[in-house]
T-cell receptor
Framework: DTEVTQTPKHLVMGMTNKKSLKCEQHMGHRAMYWYKQKAKKPPELMFVYSYEKLSINESVPSRFSPECPNSSLLNLHLHALQPEDSALYLC????????????FGPGTRLTVL | QKEVEQNSGPLSVPEGAIASLNCTYSDRVSQSFFWYRQYSGKSPELIMSIYSNGDKEDGRFTAQLNKASQYVSLLIRDSQPSDSATYLCAVHRGSTLGRLYFGRGTQLTVWP
């Protein structure tokens, strides 16, 4: 089973709101990722967790805060976002973080008003 | 020079034809290569991975890797309208934990 689940599917929030995106995988993968994708662009890496530790933060603004409560779960906490943060947010997982296949979840379509 | 470049497309082929998608990469130490298919409004779906020189076939899909030329391609045989999507080439260097370098994607349209 190569399934990564994400909730919610769609999210609309104001610039003063706080919300969280959730991601879950049950494949026993030890690396999890957050990507941001704008229309007609490839996914942009935001964060990498390897063995539940933050391994890469791609200079993402602090209004995005990742959290990895356990090896199956990944959250992205959102606060004081800007309209330009509107995008498709993708979670992915892989067996390890060194060149393994990454499997994407369905994504959360975020709109910031 | 971009890390990963793809033929910009869009590419349009008739049903039943072979679609050829190409990708070049700049870093010689790259070790893992992936093709993702992305339908409009959906997330990327992994369709092929290749790690060593040569061809790898999976159903109607064949990935080809030539590390000397820093080139990876995807052939889709007997193209179907359902293959119409954007195809993303992604490359992983062995030394960079977790990072995939994506090309900009090639939009493929298969017309009946």
């Amino acid at each position: 089973d190569t399934e990564v689940t994400q909730t919610p599917k769609h999210l609309v929030m104001g610039m003063t709101n706080k919300k969280s995106l959730k991601c879950e995988q049950h494949m026993g993968h030890r690396a999890m990722y957050w990507y941001k994708q704008k229309a007609k662009k490839p996914p942009e890496l935001m964060f990498v967790y390897s063995y539940e530790k933050l391994s890469i933060n791609e200079s993402v603004p602090s209004r995005f805060s990742p959290e990895c409560p356990n090896s199956s779960l990944l959250n992205l906490h959102l606060h004081a976002l800007q309209p330009e943060d509107s995008a498709l947010y993708l979670c992915a997982s892989s067996q390890g973080a060194l060149g393994n296949e990454q499997f994407f979840g369905p994504g959360t379509r975020l709109t910031v008003l | 020079q971009k890390e990963v470049e793809q033929n910009s497309g869009p590419l349009s082929v008739p049903e039943g034809a072979i679609a050829s998608l190409n990708c070049t990469y700049s870093d010689r130490v790259s070790q893992s290569f992936f093709w993702y298919r992305q339908y409009s409004g959906k997330s990327p779906e992994l369709i092929m991975s290749i790690y060593s020189n040569g061809d790898k076939e999976d159903g109607r899909f064949t990935a080809q890797l030539n590390k000397a030329s820093q080139y990876v391609s995807l052939l889709i045989r007997d193209s179907q309208p359902s293959d119409s999507a954007t195809y993303l080439c992604a490359v992983h260097r062995g030394s960079t934990l977790g990072r995939l370098y994506f090309g900009r994607g090639t939009q493929l349209t298969v017309w009946p």
